[in-house]
């Protein structure tokens, strides 16, 4: 701008904006942070202090005397890997005496990028790996089938209701509702035992798809990273999203009279056979859940490697006679290490890689026991079920925080 500066509320305007958009694609706070610090400088701005949530943020800029305040909101939030990573580059380039105009134009091109699947493709692929995990978790042929079809339907049902704008809370106890209603439908339909134990594996399957594994993996590195306001918000999302489809799962487990627990299986040590074919079923989990958060197709197959690896170790560590909440967090810090060594050749941001490819180590068995166990009113052994699931959980989460620790700087100085 022939070495003028453009307007300090230009050039905040649309640095907001920037930081708006990074939200709504599921980014963590302190990466908006660091990304928005960065076009801060280039844009010549001395300081820059931040206040942010995940439904809005607010922003003080300084430059040469003067000071300016301003606020944004923040649509509902969603996830897209690509744009993401696509935001975090644009901020990595470092211009100097980057123009307010050049940036907006840079956040229009990338907001008219469309989704990379359509519709039918992110739903083939979840059904997809709801078969995969409804495998990995021991269920049967009849079973995996039906949570292939059910997955499918049901994230096509949720991508075209959020098409129409409509609540996240209530598409997503519609979507479980539909997906694990129509698992039961064919099973029954099908089977002429009624509804087995290894039936139920493939119950919790079909709504696999409904994990917010960005929100709640988020919500933990944000608090890591003393982004507390913003790390609370994303958690008390993630657990809303949570309840939202466990009580559509209650509902029609209790229609169903489902009563039936399935035992999770006790170690016996490791085959050659089972352990090929679970890594297969692991990779195409990982593939399509990259698929689902709107991944490249190199980053899709790189999930699935992660994926892969990650599972096949905690599973190999399960049938050696590891605890599974230990198994799980040593398979997700393997992602987390694996993904550190990848980010630098796919140029993605680490979250991508690291939270499609652990979501297949869900423990969905013990998600399900906890929600028949309480229709049925054994407060005790629900509880137990239920400590047992947020175990393994938080070894999935702290996997990947003890993964950073170790690759990067910034995580273990503070400063």
């Known amino acids: ?14 640095l907001l904006r920037f930081g708006t958009l990074m939200l709504r694609a599921g980014d963590t706070a302190f990466r908006v942070r660091d990304s928005m610090g960065m076009l ?18 607010t922003a003080t800029v300084r430059r040469k005397g003067e000071q300016l305040t301003r606020a944004s909101e923040v649509s509902p939030p969603g996830i897209n890997a690509w744009r ?13 005496d980057l123009a307010p105009k050049d940036l907006a134009a840079d956040l229009d091109a990338i907001e008219a990028v469309p989704p990379i699947n359509s519709i039918i493709t992110v739903a083939a692929a979840i059904g997809l790996a709801s078969g ?5 978790n021991g269920g049967d042929m009849l079973g995996t089938g039906a949570a ?3 997955g499918g339907l049901g994230q096509a049902a949720r991508m075209l209701m959020f098409r129409r704008h409509l609540n996240q809370y209530a598409v997503t106890t519609l979507c479980a509702i539909l997906a694990s209603g129509s698992y039961c439908l064919i099973v029954t339909g099908i089977s002429r035992q009624g509804f087995q134990p290894s039936d139920a594996v493939g119950f919790i399957s079909s709504v696999l798809f409904l994990v917010p594994g960005f929100p709640l993996v988020g919500s933990l590195l944000d608090l890591l990273q003393h982004q507390t306001m913003a790390g609370m918000a994303r958690l008390a999302y993630g657990t809303l999203i949570l ?22 299986g006790a170690p016996h040590g490791v085959e050659l056979v089972p352990v090929l074919w679970r890594a297969v079923a692991s990779f195409v989990g990982g593939c399509g859940f990259a698929i689902l958060y709107n991944s490249s197709a190199r980053t899709v197959l790189a999930v699935g490697v992660l994926s892969l690896l990650g599972n096949d170790l905690r599973l190999v ?42 979501i297949i180590m869900t423990p969905g068995i013990y998600a399900f026991q906890t929600i028949v166990l309480l229709n049925q009113g054994d407060i005790l052994a629900a509880i137990q079920a239920g400590a047992v699931c947020c175990f393994i959980v938080g070894g999935m989460a702290m996997g990947l925080a003890a993964a950073r620790f170790i690759s990067e700087r910034r995580w273990i100085v503070e400063r």
């Not at 701008?1 to 649309?14: C, I, R, Y």
């Not at 309840?243 to 999770?264: Q, R």
């Not at 040593?330 to 991508?352: E, H, M």
């Open 84 to 96: 993401i990573g696509a935001l975090e580059r644009l901020a990595r380039k470092r211009r100097p």
């Open 132 to 136: 995969a995990f409804s495998y990995l």
């Open 40 to 57: 801060a400088t280039s844009m010549g701005i001395e300081s820059l202090a931040l206040h942010i949530t995940i439904d809005g943020m």
């Open 243 to 264: 309840l939202a489809a466990a009580f559509g799962l209650s509902l029609v487990a209790a229609v169903a009279g489902l009563v039936n627990v399935p035992d999770a």
């Open 1 to 14: 701008m022939s070495g003028q500066k453009a307007p300090l509320a230009e050039a905040l305007e649309v």
């Open 148 to 150: 292939i079809v059910a």
């Open 317 to 358: 560590l399960q049938d050696l006679g590891m605890a599974l909440a230990p198994a799980t967090f040593f398979g997700a810090f393997a992602v987390g290490l694996l993904a550190s060594l990848a980010r630098a050749a796919l140029r993605d941001p680490r979250i991508a890689l690291t939270v499609p490819g652990i």
